[in-house]
């Protein structure tokens, strides 16, 4: 009975393993590569640089209008801790996805829309005038796109260009994101995308232009419900802060991947 037993545990891990789901992920870049990384269009020039650390870049050509891009090939998640810092020079929002498939989207430029996944980002343009950052997360489903949270302030980005982190923790159809550490915001979806790619985006629109870094990338799977190398006892909780900043009424309409000029 204990080597049936023992069998089986060793044909379920193996299964598991195969699809890319167990095993840990770090990337900071510091080879000067981005391994299996898989930018979606020559338009967008990505690419590891070297001044300050090493970090993954992006930057569109002088026309090009919309969403930049690059998923992991690597392997796809299910139930994980995903967490990205991300910064950028320009007026326009930055992205972690998750999720998602190769050919994830949203952009004003492509007609129809494509792919499936999940983005959680933030713009912090509004800390130009002393206000706050926002963070919004959205869905796409077989090219059609749904807002999860809308535009929402938060207390937890930090301004003047500094990096930010984000991480999103999935179990199932329950999300958690996070800030800086902070958790923002819960959400459980009842028709959930259960596993993808990893990756990360950020829009550039050609009257603003923005260039978009990510760095310290990492993604501990879920095997339990309490084993993560990223998760902690004193994150689990929406502040009163956040809070009423979450049931706030939205003051923009814009779509999720970039803001009006």
Partial sequence: MRLLVLASAFVTLLAWGQAGSAESYKENFEDGLAQLWEPQATAQRWRVIGNLGHKYKARASARFDGNMVSTYAGAEYANFNYRVS????????????????????????????????????????????????????????????????????????????????????????????????????KFTDNAAILSGRIGVLGYSYTKTPTRHYFDNIVVAPIVTADASDLASADDEQISREQQLLNEMLSDSKDPAGYRSE
């Fill in 86 to 185: 991300l910064r950028n020079k320009g007026d326009n929002a930055s992205y972690m996805i998750f999720r998602a498939t190769p050919d994830f989207s949203q952009q004003r430029s492509q007609s129809p829309q494509s792919g499936s996944g999940y983005a959680f980002g933030i713009d912090n343009r509004a800390c130009v005038s002393g206000g706050l950052g926002k963070y919004y997360i959205y869905k796409m489903e077989n090219g059609s796109f749904s807002t999860i949270k809308a535009w929402t302030e938060s207390l937890y980005i930090r301004c003047d260009k500094q990096w930010n982190s984000l991480r999103v923790s999935a179990k199932g159809g329950a999300l958690k994101f996070f800030i800086n550490s902070k958790l923002v915001y």
